[in-house]
T-cell receptor, first 114, second 109 residues
Framework: GAVVSQHPSWVICKSGTSVKIECRSLDFQATTMFWYRQFPKQSLMLMATSNEGSKATYEQGVEKDKFLINHASLTLSTLTVTSAHPEDSSFYIC??????????FGNGTRLTVT | DAKTTQPPSMDCAEGRAANLPCNHSTISGNEYVYWYRQIHSQGPQYIIHGLKNNETNEMASLIITEDRKSSTLILPHATLRDTAVYYCIVRETGNQFYFGTGTSLTVIP
């Protein structure tokens, strides 16, 4: 079945630094990728939608300059959390879909900002 | 925003069928019904989806009412590993995936 690989699975960084999270579709062409964040005991909150080769569309309240999304190829999207602060600590999850392919999710990245 | 409502929690005895309901009374004609589940600290796992006909795969069955305003996910023989949060999502192809609060299913030995 379709596989989405997300890396790293966890990361600890210091306040003020930037962190990049990669999301790859391993066996299908991901024309659209979605990025979510999830706080403990809460549901997934959609942050942004990215279509290959175009700028990401951000949900209301999500800062595009803080959460940089790049979707330069049909198999790779990246989320960069810039100038991270402790309140950015969360579980970030990517997902990908393509032609005739249901949405599949990566296994998430646990970000801890100290 | 999520267009579905689900009970917050359910229990099911191991080996019995788990029936998880979902209301989507404002669903439009082009929107599919998707089911995912999430085990703690993992990404959601795709289960099944359908438009108006009932669907079955190796994991589950999806029953959609004739008016499409509600659906039921059926896990025919629940196991302890089926304990998870189950999300019902309605989505039109090309649109965003919004998650509701889901149903926390606990399978009891």
């Amino acid at each position: 079945g379709a596989v989405v690989s997300q890396h790293p699975s966890w990361v600890i960084c210091k306040s003020g630094t930037s962190v990049k999270i990669e999301c790859r579709s391993l066996d299908f062409q991901a024309t659209t990728m979605f990025w979510y964040r999830q706080f403990p005991k809460q549901s997934l909150m959609l942050m942004a939608t990215s279509n290959e080769g175009s700028k990401a569309t951000y949900e209301q309240g999500v800062e595009k300059d803080k959460f940089l999304i790049n979707h330069a190829s049909l198999t790779l999207s990246t989320l960069t959390v810039t100038s991270a602060h402790p309140e950015d600590s969360s579980f970030y999850i990517c997902s990908a879909t393509g032609p005739r392919t249901p949405l599949h999710f990566g296994n998430g990245t646990r970000l801890t900002v100290t | 925003d999520a267009k579905t409502t689900q009970p917050p929690s359910m229990d099911c005895a191991e080996g019995r069928a788990a029936n998880l309901p979902c209301n989507h009374s404002t669903i439009s004609g082009n929107e599919y019904v998707y089911w995912y589940r999430q085990i703690h600290s993992q990404g959601p796992q795709y289960i099944i989806h359908g438009l108006k006909n009932n669907e079955t795969n190796e994991m589950a069955s999806l029953i959609i009412t004739e008016d499409r305003k509600s659906s039921t996910l059926i896990l025919p023989h629940a196991t302890l590993r089926d304990t998870a949060v189950y999300y019902c999502i309605v989505r039109e192809t090309g649109n965003q995936f919004y998650f509701g609060t889901g149903t926390s299913l606990t399978v009891i030995p």
